[in-house]
């Protein structure tokens, strides 16, 4: 199994630009979720999804958008970008399963806004 | 509002000694603790969870301790070696609407284990 899987794993944009962020996993778990990890801070939850076609808001969802059309995938765009949103960008996954609330973390995603 | 502290500063020790890393929590009552490692440039990974009615929970060189009077948690690594060095990061777990456990991180203490 490869895990999670993100890319890509460093990118710049200018402000206003859009892009995607990248984020599979290939062990069949239901639930799914993107951080992000600014320096001093803890990780902040953005969106999450608990299934394939349902997704919900987390602690900063403001600037983004997710989808999840099956359940190996949870792509995140940002719709125009900000220097707020310079940041660590990690995606994670984890079984439904009562009691496993094991997190598993892709290797991150590094974006930088100027 | 919600907070988790973490010791921002670098602990420091020497190998050998046993590491204690402390999680402190305001405002919250999480069903579980966990405890993640992460290297620079890497994702946190999962160590250890803790449930609200456990005091203690070891696994290898590792123990946790869960005190939910004095909100607190604290992480041992026993003769911690150097390949110990890593950031360590705390997180609160509780169910909310919908069935799922959001997890609220807190900002992690470094740990360095000098040879």
């Known amino acids: 199994n490869a895990g999670v899987t993100q890319t890509p794993k460093f990118q710049v944009l200018k402000t206003g630009q859009s892009m995607t962020l990248q984020c599979a996993q290939d062990m069949n778990h239901e639930y799914m979720s993107w951080y992000r990890q600014d320096p001093g801070m803890g990780l902040r939850l953005i969106h999450y999804s608990v299934g394939a076609g349902i997704t919900d808001q987390g602690e900063v969802p403001n600037g983004y958008n997710v989808s999840r059309s099956t359940t190996e995938d949870f792509p995140l765009r940002l719709l125009s970008a900000a220097p707020s949103q310079t940041s660590v960008y990690f995606c994670?996954?984890?079984?439904?399963?009562?009691?496993?609330?094991?997190?598993?973390f892709g290797p991150g995603t590094r974006l930088t806004v100027l | 509002s919600q907070k988790i502290e973490q010791n921002s500063e670098a602990l420091n020790i020497q190998e050998g000694k046993t590491a204690t890393l402390t999680c402190n929590y305001t405002?919250?009552?999480?069903?579980?603790l966990q405890w993640y490692r992460q290297d620079p440039g890497r994702g946190p990974v999962f160590l250890l969870l803790?449930?609200?009615?456990?005091k203690e929970k070891r696994k290898e060189r590792l123990k946790v301790t869960f005190d939910t009077t004095l909100k607190q948690s604290l992480f041992h690594i026993t003769a911690s070696q150097p390949a110990d060095s890593a950031t360590y990061l705390c997180?609160?777990?509780?169910?909310?609407?919908?069935?799922?456990?959001?997890?609220?991180f807190g900002a992690g203490t470094r740990l360095a284990v000098h040879p």
């Open positions: 994670a996954s984890r079984p439904p399963l009562a009691g496993s609330d094991t997190q598993y």
């Open positions: 405002n919250y009552s999480p069903a579980y």
């Open positions: 997180a609160l777990g509780a169910l909310f609407s919908g069935g799922y456990n959001k997890l609220i």
């Open positions: 803790i449930r609200e009615n456990e």
